[in-house]
């Protein structure tokens, strides 16, 4: 079973979010699988990440890229890992099977009541299926843990 983090966002965009996270990904030691919803959003996040100051460098690819099984972050529209990521960063609600990785990460705008409604369906469907699950809110601070 996974271990799985809902993130949810009510101060930045995914695209200001991600970076630190990914950026603390590496420093682990593990490679990650962006998944988003469709082509704009993995285009809009491939250059955001060339262009985040913090972390400074987040190299990554995308199936356009020479060689993506080389990247330790990937990008991509569907369910395809390259690479053999151990975390998975869910965007916008984008779908994977959860327990092929050792983490997973779904971020969701909670100023976006459809985003939130269809992240606790996923929430209540990783609890029946078992995986351990995790809470996470953006305050002034960062990332906090709620119980």
């Not at 972390?55 to 990008?75: K, M, N, R, S, V």
């Not at 529209?77 to 984008?94: D, H, K, T, W, Y």
């Not at 969701?108 to 609890?127: I, L, P, Q």
Request: hydrophobic content about 45%.
């Amino acid at each position: 079973m996974a271990e799985i983090g809902f993130y949810h966002l009510t101060r930045t965009d995914i695209a200001a979010a991600l970076p630190p996270l990914l950026g603390r990904t590496l420093q682990a030691g593990e490679r990650a699988l962006v998944l988003c919803p469709d082509q704009a959003q993995v285009a809009a996040l491939d250059e955001a990440l060339w262009r985040c100051a913090t972390p400074d460098w987040l190299p990554h690819g995308t199936q356009a890229t020479p060689h993506p099984e080389w990247q330790p972050i990937f990008l991509a529209a569907e369910n395809v890992n390259p690479a053999g990521a151990a975390f998975l960063f869910r965007i916008g609600g984008a779908q994977a099977e959860s327990g092929a990785y050792k983490r997973v990460f779904d971020l969701f705008d909670g100023n976006d009541a459809d985003a939130v409604a269809a992240a606790r369906v996923r929430w209540r469907e990783a609890k029946q299926a078992g995986h351990a699950l995790t809470y996470w809110k953006q305050t002034e601070a960062g990332w906090e843990r709620a119980q």
